[in-house]
């Protein structure tokens, strides 16, 4: 690892120092190169800075709010993240989740479509801060999840290619592949925090409700009837019964 890779004079560069604001151009970058084309360039540049602070702040906010024991109302920890350092990831992207629904609700905005755009570039982000938190000391669980990023980056790019084709997901949606990428990043990074870490914070049981909801946005767009489903269920089981009867 290399937590310093030199300093100039009170300041200590790291790599951490480097790849966070690198993660922020490209993600930035990657957002302005796929919505140009339909939305204005100073709309898709105000949406990626609101969007940082979005997830700054939630991430915060839930950090604070699921250790609060040691918080409490005290502002000063609650402002001063050198001294009192923590954020909350799903806090951030739940923040960030609900400042873009509010975003295209008044911008006239696809939802889906901005989140098909956005899910990969928050992966690349991930794979970069995650890495240099690594290297800056931070520990094997942010490798273990720039990892699942990157895998997951890889994956969506194929099933971007593939999901229309799938006869179960019937209508085509767009949603698909970034709440199935969203899902398993969320069971992935639970299952890292139970691994690593041995215990919980109420908010990591938030990742399990994240991958839920999306399974839920991934059934309920891919244009299959519920009732129609269990109905049909409901038949292979009684069949499969009276086979087993029969033999």
């Known amino acids: 690892m290399l937590p310093i890779l030199f300093t100039l004079g009170p300041l200590t560069i790291s790599p951490l120092t480097f790849l ?4 922020f151009i490209l993600a930035s ?23 940082t602070l979005a ?5 915060r906010l839930v950090h604070v ?21 923590g954020f909350s990831f799903i806090g951030g992207f739940i923040a ?39 290297l800056t000391g931070g520990g ?9 990023a990157l895998l997951l980056l890889f994956f969506s790019r194929f099933l971007r290619k593939k999901y ?4 179960w997901y019937k209508s085509g949606k767009l949603g698909f592949v970034s709440c199935l990428s969203v899902s398993l990043f969320m069971l992935g990074k639970l299952l890292l925090e139970i691994f690593y870490r041995g215990s919980l914070y109420w908010d990591s049981l938030l990742l399990l409700g994240v991958a839920i909801v999306c399974w839920v946005f991934i059934y309920r767009r891919s244009g299959r009837d519920l009732k129609e489903d269990l109905r049909k269920a409901l038949l292979v089981r009684e069949r499969k019964k009276d086979e087993k009867t029969s033999h």
Not at 71 to 77: E, G, H, W, Y
């Open 55 to 59: 997830f700054l702040i939630g991430a």
């Open 29 to 51: 970058y990657l957002l302005w190169h796929d919505l140009r084309e339909d939305y204005s360039e100073e709309e898709i540049i105000s949406l990626t800075i609101y969007l």
């Open 140 to 148: 094997i669980l942010f490798l273990g999840e720039a990892i699942i």
């Open 65 to 85: 709010l699921s250790r609060f024991s040691d918080f409490q109302f005290s502002l000063s920890k609650w402002l001063l993240i050198g001294h009192y350092p």
């Open 164 to 167: 229309r084709t799938f006869a």
């Open 20 to 23: 966070v604001p690198f993660a």
């Open 96 to 134: 960030c989740l609900g400042w873009l629904f509010f975003w295209s609700k008044k911008k006239n905005w696809d939802f889906w479509q901005a989140i098909e755009i956005i899910v990969p570039a928050g992966l690349m982000a991930i794979v970069l801060v995650g890495t240099g938190f690594y």
